[in-house]
């Protein structure tokens, strides 16, 4: 009895004894020191945080420098390619000058016909810091080489002459022949009247019926602009014609054979390109006495009006490469008439392209 109450006696001892506490070691292993390396942990996490968004910053800031100083170079760098393009068109406007005041006829076989190709600056004798870096290059075509949709219109009357040499150069150019009737409706609504009707009274230039007159065509691919002609009519129809602000002869001397044929009644394609062949052989035409023995019989249904060997239209175009700066332009210019001493040449118009 006594051993068993002493082991029950010692059992219930050891049920009660105290544990003794665990024994500590390094800092971190307790709840004070994992407190601690949690706390670390979260500012290093945000002094990188920090870190990250300052670079974010900086990089911007410098990002928008380097964009503000390429746009400012960038606009440094098209206006002075502008005035070197005024220059070259001044350049161009000199000889037609001279052209004008040397000669009474307009050839391809003359200076202003041969194109400038690409050349620096330097090499043209100019001697300043710019001209090593420049290159300019440059042509002029005549513009009365082309058909004058202005001929359609004479005091607000459609010329049904011209409309069918229109119709003629679109069905050689293979473009539906009413888009020479819609080109001739489009001139005559947007050119108002010039003379007095039979009643001595100025028409209403602003209005064409009960609505306002369309703004009359100036290039050659605002053809588009007319319902009813494509895209692709006009794409092909655009290097054979021209808008001129008066009304002006076909220059024989430049035409192609296209526009040739179109112009006089009854001449083919191929009997247009044998004249062609003809000019080039002899270079150029003296005057329009030339032009019409050549032609034969088929000049009898050419005026005097249609056909000429001087032209006073002209486009000029150049380019202009500085650095990284590409920029060309186009003007239309008009003259006095070759072979009269010097002419002036006034600029109409000038575009980028």
């Known amino acids: 009895m006594r051993t068993t109450e002493h082991c029950d006696t010692t059992r219930h001892k050891r049920r009660g004894a105290a544990?003794?506490?665990?024994?500590?070691?390094?800092?971190?292993?307790?709840?004070?020191?994992?407190?601690?390396?949690?706390?670390?942990?979260?500012?290093?996490?945000?002094?990188?945080?920090?870190?990250?968004?300052?670079?974010?910053?900086?990089?911007?800031?410098?990002?928008?420098?380097f964009v503000l100083l390429r746009t400012i170079e960038n606009q440094q760098l098209m206006t002075q390619s502008r005035l070197l393009l005024r220059g070259a068109l001044d350049w161009g406007r000199a000889i037609l000058r001279e052209d004008a005041n040397r000669s009474s006829y307009d050839a391809l076989s003359e200076p202003w016909a041969q194109?400038?190709?690409?050349?620096?600056?330097?090499?043209?004798?100019?001697?300043?810091?710019l001209a090593s870096m420049a290159s300019i290059a440059g042509s002029m075509e005549d513009a009365q080489s082309r058909f004058n949709l202005r001929n359609l219109v004479e005091n607000g009357q459609v010329?049904?002459?011209?409309?069918d040499a229109l119709r003629r150069l679109c069905t050689l150019l293979q473009v539906p022949a009413q888009t020479a009737d819609l080109i001739a409706l489009r001139m005559q609504e947007a050119l108002p009247a010039t003379m007095p009707d039979q009643?001595?009274?100025?028409?209403?230039?602003?209005?064409?019926?009960?609505?306002?007159?369309?703004?009359?065509l100036m290039l050659p691919h605002d053809l588009i602009s007319i319902a009813g002609i494509s895209a692709e009519a006009a794409e092909r129809l655009g290097p054979y014609i021209v808008v001129l602000d008066e009304r002006t002869p076909i220059n024989a001397n430049t035409a192609r054979p296209e526009v040739i044929a179109a112009r006089v009644p009854d001449m083919s394609l191929s009997d247009a390109r044998t004249l062609v062949a003809e000019r080039e052989r002899i270079s150029y035409f003296n005057n329009i006495g030339e032009v019409r023995t050549r032609l034969g019989p088929k000049s009898n249904g050419v005026q005097d009006t249609d056909l000429a060997t001087a032209s006073r239209f002209f486009f000029v175009r150049g380019e202009v490469k500085l650095d990284r700066a590409v920029t060309r332009m186009e003007a239309l210019v008009r003259r006095g008439v070759p072979g009269q001493g010097v002419q002036p040449v006034v600029v109409l118009w000038v575009r980028e392209i």
């Open 115 to 129: 194109p400038l190709m690409e050349t620096r600056l330097d090499q043209l004798g100019e001697t300043s810091a």
């Open 199 to 216: 009643d001595g009274r100025m028409p209403d230039n602003a209005m064409v019926g009960d609505k306002r007159r369309p703004i009359p």
């Open 159 to 163: 010329m049904e002459p011209e409309v």
């Open 19 to 65: 544990v003794p506490p665990a024994p500590r070691g390094r800092a971190g292993v307790g709840p004070v020191g994992w407190h601690r390396h949690k706390q670390r942990g979260a500012a290093v996490l945000l002094a990188l945080f920090v870190a990250t968004l300052s670079t974010l910053i900086v990089s911007g800031l410098f990002y928008r420098q």
